[in-house]
């Protein structure tokens, strides 16, 4: 009897463990994605409202920026869609944070002297210096 009361508990220990490792990796990947779009320059908004997050398929699209678009006060922070879509993620999942502008690479290469370093590096710099 004991040990079957001592295996449901260690059930339970597992369990738990294993939200709350999840719950960490939507915390690490959120906090990536606010880092990123917090870093990205800002001259109409665009790139920066471009920010999205895919888990277990890489993205394939690319966008330019289109005819028409009305330059806008580029709010820093997370989306709505991002923080949805990285809230359904299960442990062992790839989640993708990225943006599909055409000029984005651009940018994370240098092109802004608003943000030299790029972003995504500048940003995985610094989670690696967190959590290493």
Not at 6 to 29: F, H
Not at 45 to 62: E, V
Not at 78 to 85: F, G, R
Not at 108 to 118: D, I, L, R, V
């Amino acid at each position: 009897m004991k040990s079957r009361v001592l295996k449901l508990n260690l059930q339970q220990w597992a369990e738990k463990g294993m939200e709350v490792a999840r719950l960490k990796a939507i915390d690490v990947c959120l906090e990536a994605a606010e880092g990123v779009i917090d870093k990205t320059p800002v001259d109409t908004g665009f790139c920066r409202s471009m920010w999205s997050a895919q888990i277990n398929a890489l993205p394939n699209k690319a966008v330019d920026k289109p005819e028409g678009y009305q330059a806008g006060a580029a709010s820093a922070g997370l989306p709505a869609e991002v923080a949805v879509e990285v809230a359904g993620l299960t442990l062992g999942d790839r989640v993708w944070i990225y943006n599909p502008t055409v000029y984005a690479p651009r940018l994370e290469n240098g092109h802004s002297k608003q943000a030299p370093a790029g972003m995504v590096a500048v940003t995985l710099a610094e989670l690696r210096a967190k959590y290493a």
